[in-house]
Structures are given as structure tokens and as C-alpha cells.
């Protein structure tokens, strides 16, 4: 009886597997599919977490950030950098302007930022890639804009127009 019922049985799923093999086919691949699909999920999921982490902890991103209108000057900086329950205060300029790569190229968007000292940073660290830290008229540029490093911009901030040099990536 245990043959009987054991040979019928292999008998059975083999007619419906291969009786049906578009269909078995089908579900064959659809679950390497899936399994590929997790697979990759998780395997992104785990490089991203590792990669975030290290660029966080890189970056020294700040707790609090404010953004201050009009801005502040340097004594009430240096006033927040003197109390004991702050742990690091620094101050940076950000504006709106517009930039073009050449007189006949349309204005773009962009955000400016400024700091006294770029080789001593504290929060919200810039890593440059390549060439010189911003100064004067030279700019450094994050590495996702369509320039590189000696190209001239011109650059408009509120009504105020001029010229730049582009120095170094960031």
C-alpha cells in the first residue's frame, strides 16, 4: 500500500508539473523573481545604512539649526560659543542667487553659503574632492553642477552682478 499510494503520488504532482508547464514555469519564475527582488532590497537596505552612518558621523551634523533674519553678528556668536551647555556654535551665511556659465545661458537657481573658516569647520562639515577652499572671488562648487574646476560663472545676488572662478569641488 505505501508504494501504491507513494508511486500514484509522484505520478500525480509529475503529470500536474510538467502536464502544465507554462504554468510551473511561471511560478518558477516568479518566485526567483521575488527572491531576487529581497534579495536586492535587503543588500541595498544594508549598504545605505552603513553609508549614512558614515557620512553622518563624518559630517557632524548640527542638533539645532537656525536660521536667523536679519543676520547676527559675530560678538553674539561668540557670546552663544562661551555658555557651557552649548557644545559647538558656528555661524555661516546662506543666500538665494541666481548663476549662468556664460551671457547667452539662462539664470539658475542656487544657494550660496559662506564661512569665515573652511579648514577649521564644527558643524555641518564640507569635505572638498577637489582643488581650493572658496575665497575672494574663487568658488567651490558641489560636485553635482555641470562645471568644473577653472570654468568662470557669473553670478547675480539680489541686484548685484559679477563674475567668479570656480576653484575647487565639494
Same mark, same amino acid.
Request: aromatic share 8%.
Given at each position: 500500500?505505501? +508504494?501504491? =499510494?507513494?508511486?500514484?503520488? @509522484? ?8 502536464? %502544465? @508547464?507554462?504554468?510551473? =514555469? ?9 527572491? =531576487? ?33 536679519? &543676520?547676527?553678528?559675530? &560678538? ?27 551671457? +547667452?545661458? &539662462? ?24 582643488? %581650493? ?11 553635482? =553642477? &555641470? ?24
Amino acid at each position: 500500500m505505501h +508504494d501504491v =499510494f507513494t508511486t500514484a503520488l @509522484r505520478h500525480k504532482i509529475w503529470f500536474d508539473l510538467w502536464g %502544465a @508547464r507554462q504554468r510551473t =514555469f511561471q511560478a518558477i519564475l516568479t518566485i526567483a523573481i521575488g527572491a =531576487f527582488g529581497v534579495g536586492i532590497v535587503l543588500g541595498s537596505l544594508r549598504g545605505l545604512q552603513a553609508d549614512t552612518h558614515t557620512t553622518w558621523s563624518t559630517l557632524a551634523a548640527p542638533a539645532i539649526a537656525l536660521r536667523l533674519s536679519p &543676520p547676527v553678528d559675530d &560678538p553674539l556668536i561668540d557670546a552663544l560659543r562661551d555658555r557651557p551647555d552649548l557644545g559647538t556654535v558656528e555661524g555661516h551665511m546662506e543666500a538665494s542667487i541666481e548663476w549662468r556659465s556664460g551671457p +547667452d545661458a &539662462p539664470w539658475r537657481s542656487a544657494t550660496l553659503a559662506a564661512r569665515q573658516d573652511y579648514a577649521h569647520q564644527g558643524v555641518s562639515i564640507l569635505l572638498r574632492d577637489a582643488g %581650493a577652499w572658496p575665497s575672494g572671488h574663487t568658488l567651490a562648487i558641489e560636485r553635482r =553642477f &555641470p562645471l568644473g574646476i577653472g570654468d568662470t560663472v557669473e553670478l547675480r545676488v539680489g541686484t548685484h552682478e559679477l563674475t567668479a572662478d570656480i576653484g575647487g569641488l565639494i
